[in-house]
Structure formats: structure tokens, C-alpha cells
């Protein structure tokens, strides 16, 4: 079965940056984009960015451009999510999950938390 | 952007009921919807796409319907397992964004 599995929770000072990782396994990585998603407590989901690795192409939400970086290693099926300049706001659960045709999601990983406190 | 507008915020529903779940979009967004579910402390899963297209797995008690700006997601014989909370996501448009979700709580 797809599986997207992603690294382990994280807890950042403001001002820092934090890379989250989502390795995928049992389908061909290159075929699908992988899109980031985070939810504050309590709130529905935010779409943060896209990425294709077949041809590294991405887009991001005019929120966080600037601010975060989203690629790809296609040699380990990973997908990595980096934001910097973490404020406390940014304390949420940050997804990744496979799109399909850059539209719905269709799997997802288990949530990386951050926590962003002084 | 989209703005994705879901009602009731919370629903009430006894087991074995049927429930109504809506999803309003600021602009035409064709059949560019999925709905999906998440139960307390997992990740969303996806349980309609191209707003009527049950995703792999899905059980039949769960249609979508709607286009345009107008969608309803019906859960047409809850069981305890469907108790969760419901999002719509339009992804017509860029950014893709999704809704504020609606509880689906016991009666």
C-alpha cells in the first residue's frame, strides 16, 4: 500500500528555520506531485505548496513564499518541506500527501507537529 | 482565493441516521471538489474527489454531489466510525484551499 511517512516532531525557537521530511514508498515517485498542508490546532487545513519531482516544478501559496521551500531527492522518493523565519503561529501539524494531478489527496503521511515557543 | 464555506459547523446526527453535509465556494468551481475525513488525532483521508467519484475503498453510504458553487457530502446511515470531522477542498484554483470543516458529533 502508499505509504508517506514523515519525520519526527520538531520544536523550534522563533526566528528558526525547521525542515520536515516525507519518504514515500510502494508507487513510482516521479508520477505524482507531493503537496504540504499544515493545521493549527483546532482549524481546518492550510495548503502551503506543491511539488512535481519528475520535473521539480512547484507552487507555492502567496502566504509563504519567500519563507518556504519545498523539494524533492527522486535517488530516496523523499520529499523535504522548509520553513524558515518561524513565528509562534507557525506551531501547527505540517502534512505531506500525494496529489494525484495536482488536485485532490489522495494519501497522506501521519503529520509531522511543530511547535514554534520561546 | 476560493473561500470554502461548510455548514452546519457541528452536526448532531443519532447512529443509523442519514446526514447533510454542505459546501459553498466563493466562485464556480465546475466538479474541481474532494471531501474528506478526519477522526480525532489521524490525518485527513480522502473519501470523494471530482465532487461525486467515491475514492478507493470508500463505502457506498458516503455520495457526493453539487457543482459549481453549491455541494453536499451525505452520509446516508451513520455508524460510530463516521463520527469525525468533514473538510471540503476546491482544487479549481490556485491556491487550493479547503474549508472550515463540519463535526459530525453523536446524538
Known amino acids: 500500500q502508499v505509504l508517506l511517512v514523515q519525520s519526527e516532531p520538531e520544536v523550534k525557537k522563533p526566528g528558526a528555520s525547521v525542515k520536515v521530511s516525507c519518504k514515500a514508498s510502494n508507487y513510482t515517485f516521479s508520477d505524482y506531485g507531493v503537496t504540504w498542508v499544515r493545521q493549527a490546532p483546532g482549524q481546518g487545513p492550510e495548503w502551503m505548496g506543491w511539488?512535481?519531482?519528475?520535473?521539480?516544478?512547484?507552487d507555492y501559496a502567496q502566504k509563504f513564499q519567500g519563507r518556504v521551500t519545498i523539494t524533492t531527492d527522486t535517488s530516496t522518493n523523499t520529499a523535504y518541506m522548509e520553513l524558515r523565519s518561524l513565528r509562534s503561529d507557525d506551531t501547527a501539524m505540517y502534512y505531506c500527501a500525494r496529489d494525484p494531478r495536482t488536485s485532490y489527496l489522495d494519501y497522506w503521511g501521519q503529520g509531522t507537529l511543530v511547535t514554534v515557543s520561546s | 482565493e476560493v473561500v470554502m464555506a461548510q455548514s452546519p459547523a457541528t452536526l448532531s446526527v443519532s447512529p443509523g441516521e442519514r446526514a447533510a453535509l454542505s459546501c459553498r465556494a466563493s466562485?464556480?468551481?465546475?466538479?474541481?471538489l474532494a471531501w474528506y475525513q478526519q477522526r480525532l488525532g489521524q490525518a485527513p483521508r480522502l473519501l470523494i474527489y471530482?465532487?461525486?467519484i467515491r475514492a478507493t475503498g470508500i463505502p457506498a453510504r458516503f455520495s457526493g454531489s453539487g457543482s459549481g458553487t453549491e455541494f453536499t457530502l451525505t452520509i446516508s446511515s451513520l455508524q460510530s466510525e463516521d463520527f469525525a470531522v468533514y473538510y471540503c477542498?476546491?482544487?479549481?484554483?490556485?491556491?487550493?484551499?479547503f474549508g472550515q470543516g463540519t463535526k459530525v458529533e453523536i446524538k
Open positions: 477542498q476546491q482544487y479549481n484554483d490556485w491556491p487550493r484551499t
Open positions: 511539488i512535481s519531482p519528475y520535473n521539480g516544478k512547484t
Open positions: 466562485q464556480s468551481l465546475s466538479i474541481n
Open positions: 471530482g465532487a461525486s
